[in-house]
């Protein structure tokens, strides 16, 4: 649930609270700490592992021993890889699942942040971690799924292994090279494609080197098929396509074999079965090649007219219309809807009467202090706990309309007075949650939301902070008392809210 125009309030509250001071770490509680996360959950003892591997406090030693352990534990996950939402819709389903994936809980992201991290300690280290992880083969998606896998991450660390991880020795002898070879002909999806070539672009190779790596990644690139979901997303490939091709002409290269792959490329994947919806991923992007801010009418001609214009060379003719026709239509996204129960359109109403007037207007701060507006807010914060599971909603659906409800609540209770009520009801509502087993990001994301707000605001929920520490849940607890000990930045907070 997202009431229109409290996504902005919550951001300007939250910026409010950043001249604040961040809490401070607890010192001789790093053995607790560490000791907890080992026990908690895949994800969770992932992702603490590396937080506290961060402070300085803790010896190089096993700095790099945690690291490795989080490594391990990340193969635990629950889910293998991180996703995104389309961009058909800014709000509802869509805009929630990419906040739950951007904490960064999914077992590819928590090896890619070991790797990450341990780069800074032991170079050979990390290599040794990033060669345990195989190419990524994220399954193939149908026109019904509307969250495309992304695996962007996974080359941008490949990229900093290749600039970073290697002596001049070790690179006169051609080991990055190596290491780069090993992945540019790993190609299944439409989703690896732009983020490799990028990474070939840049790669520091010689030429005969060079020429290998486009070689391979071309040879693989036309036999992606199948998947137009992920295909229609990727619209950056041709920019990095150029960008491959810029660097062959530099080095005197002939670029085309990998010009002709991508045209075969855009040929089988254009002409045949399309989601019935892709003129929608369009919207609010910057179009194919373009670079413009409007999105196509036909989303097929941005695909067709950059390869003609900017890339298209002898003996290779421009793809035709009929090239880029599709067979047929099949298939729209589902599940983009939020918020279509009783219950649920019932919370909703009051919420937006907190929000707006009977005029229309937005309420101001002052006008929050009324009694009537108190009463409002203490009238919703009853029907949430009176809004139980059933009705034929399923529990997630369930789950994730009350926490949006509770957030959307939070973005208006600015004050003590009324935020208090509003925390407590959250906490007591995810505290114990059965349906963390079901779904740890998701049930994580209203609990990491919580904590934040009392990392952006420490003086002044202080006391709130200390009951978190003290939750009987024992991932709310070690994460309330981690955020002490290593706080984050501001700026990770505020994505999540």
Known sequence: MR????YLSACCAAFSFLTLPMSAAAPGDFDALINAARSAPAEFSADALIRLAALDQIGKERRIELLEQAFQKASGAQQPFKRHAVPMRTDGSAGYWNRVYSQGLDGLSLRLRAVESMLLLDKGKAREL???????????LTCEEFQVYDVGRFYDVLGKLVQQAFTEKETEAGEPFQLLRRYSGALTSPVQAAPLAHVL????????????LVESFAGALKKVTGDDRSFAYMSTLGKEVLAVVDECKRR?????LLVESYRVYLVINLSTARCADDDLMNAGKASFGVFSTQGAEDPNADYVSFYNDKLQMPPLQPIQEVEATPSRLEGVATGLRSCQDEQCRAVAAQIRALLLSPTGSPYLPAERETPEWQAGLRAVLSALSDWKPGNGTPPAEYFREKCAAYGDLMTLALTGAHRDPVLHAIFDFVNGNQFQAASRMEWFLPVNTLIGRVGLDPLGLGKFAAELRKASDPVIAMYANLEAAAPRSPDRILALL
């Open 252 to 256: 005197h290269l002939s670029p085309l």
């Open 3 to 6: 009431v229109p125009g409290l």
């Open 201 to 212: 672009a840049t790669a520091k190779a010689t030429d005969a080197d060079f020429r290998t």
């Open 130 to 140: 990033f060669l345990q992880i195989p190419a990524p083969e994220t399954p193939r």
